[in-house]
Protein backbone atom coordinates (compact mmCIF):
# COMPACT_ATOMS: atom_id res chain seq x y z
CA UNK A 1 0.00 0.00 0.00
CA UNK A 2 2.54 2.71 1.23
CA UNK A 3 6.43 2.64 1.76
CA UNK A 4 8.05 4.39 3.99
CA UNK A 5 12.17 5.78 3.05
CA UNK A 6 14.61 4.63 5.00
CA UNK A 7 14.64 8.97 6.17
CA UNK A 8 11.21 8.90 6.86
CA UNK A 9 11.07 6.04 8.88
CA UNK A 10 13.88 7.07 11.21
CA UNK A 11 11.80 10.73 11.16
CA UNK A 12 8.37 9.22 11.89
CA UNK A 13 10.44 6.79 14.91
CA UNK A 14 11.65 9.92 16.36
CA UNK A 15 8.24 11.81 16.45
CA UNK A 16 6.60 9.09 17.90
CA UNK A 17 8.96 8.97 20.64
CA UNK A 18 7.47 12.06 21.19
CA UNK A 19 3.62 10.96 21.48
CA UNK A 20 4.81 8.46 24.53
CA UNK A 21 2.10 6.34 23.89
CA UNK A 22 2.18 2.72 22.93
CA UNK A 23 -1.04 2.84 20.47
CA UNK A 24 0.05 5.67 18.53
CA UNK A 25 -1.06 5.33 14.50
CA UNK A 26 0.24 7.32 11.76
CA UNK A 27 -2.62 8.81 10.00
CA UNK A 28 -2.15 9.32 6.22
CA UNK A 29 -5.18 10.71 3.52
CA UNK A 30 -6.64 12.18 1.24
CA UNK A 31 -9.08 15.21 1.37
CA UNK A 32 -10.15 17.59 -1.28
CA UNK A 33 -8.64 21.09 -1.10
CA UNK A 34 -5.30 22.68 -1.91
CA UNK A 35 -3.83 23.90 -5.66
CA UNK A 36 -4.34 21.07 -7.45
CA UNK A 37 -8.03 19.52 -6.03
CA UNK A 38 -6.92 17.08 -3.87
CA UNK A 39 -4.26 16.80 -0.62
CA UNK A 40 -2.53 14.88 1.55
CA UNK A 41 -2.76 14.55 5.32
CA UNK A 42 -1.18 13.32 7.88
CA UNK A 43 -1.31 12.74 11.89
CA UNK A 44 -1.20 10.76 14.86
CA UNK A 45 -4.03 9.01 15.92
CA UNK A 46 -4.85 6.53 18.73
CA UNK A 47 -7.80 5.42 17.39
CA UNK A 48 -8.86 3.87 14.49
CA UNK A 49 -12.39 3.53 12.60
CA UNK A 50 -14.18 0.86 10.93
CA UNK A 51 -13.72 2.35 7.07
CA UNK A 52 -9.73 1.89 8.43
CA UNK A 53 -7.46 -0.05 6.63
CA UNK A 54 -3.91 -0.72 9.55
CA UNK A 55 -0.66 -1.67 8.02
CA UNK A 56 2.60 -2.36 9.22
CA UNK A 57 5.20 -0.68 7.27
CA UNK A 58 8.84 -0.90 8.71
CA UNK A 59 7.59 -1.69 12.28
CA UNK A 60 4.99 1.60 12.08
CA UNK A 61 1.14 1.13 12.70
CA UNK A 62 -0.14 3.18 9.46
CA UNK A 63 -4.14 4.25 9.14
CA UNK A 64 -5.56 4.46 6.00
CA UNK A 65 -9.14 5.40 5.26
CA UNK A 66 -10.70 3.04 2.46
CA UNK A 67 -11.45 5.78 0.25
CA UNK A 68 -7.86 7.79 0.54
CA UNK A 69 -6.60 4.34 0.31
CA UNK A 70 -7.65 4.21 -3.82
CA UNK A 71 -5.45 7.88 -3.88
CA UNK A 72 -2.21 6.09 -1.85
CA UNK A 73 -1.70 3.00 -3.47
CA UNK A 74 2.11 2.70 -3.93
CA UNK A 75 2.91 5.87 -2.47
CA UNK A 76 6.22 6.23 -1.47
CA UNK A 77 6.87 8.81 1.86
CA UNK A 78 10.19 10.40 1.86
CA UNK A 79 11.83 12.84 4.22
CA UNK A 80 14.08 15.24 3.54
CA UNK A 81 16.32 17.66 5.32
CA UNK A 82 16.50 20.70 2.63
CA UNK A 83 17.34 23.85 3.66
CA UNK A 84 14.27 24.83 1.19
CA UNK A 85 11.25 22.72 1.17
CA UNK A 86 12.62 19.95 3.84
CA UNK A 87 10.05 17.62 4.84
CA UNK A 88 7.79 14.76 4.28
CA UNK A 89 7.06 13.95 0.74
CA UNK A 90 4.72 12.15 -1.15
CA UNK A 91 5.82 10.23 -4.12
CA UNK A 92 2.44 9.48 -5.73
CA UNK A 93 2.58 7.09 -9.12
CA UNK A 94 -1.83 8.35 -8.64
CA UNK A 95 -1.17 11.32 -9.39
CA UNK A 96 -1.64 12.85 -12.70
CA UNK A 97 -0.47 16.23 -11.60
CA UNK A 98 1.03 17.66 -8.49
CA UNK A 99 1.51 21.68 -7.09
CA UNK A 100 4.69 23.26 -6.77
CA UNK A 101 4.82 22.83 -3.09
CA UNK A 102 3.92 19.11 -3.32
CA UNK A 103 1.06 19.12 -1.29
CA UNK A 104 -1.52 18.39 -3.29
CA UNK A 105 -2.24 16.35 -6.55
CA UNK A 106 -4.49 15.52 -8.95
CA UNK A 107 -5.55 12.07 -9.74
Not at 6 to 26: G, S, V, W
Request: glycine share 12%; with cysteine; aromatic share 10%.
Amino acid sequence: MITLTETAAREINRLLKEQDHPETYLRIGVQGGGCSGLMYNMKFDRQTGEFDKVFDVDGIKVVVDIKSALYLKGTTLDFTTDLTGGGFKFLNPNATRSCGCGSSFTA
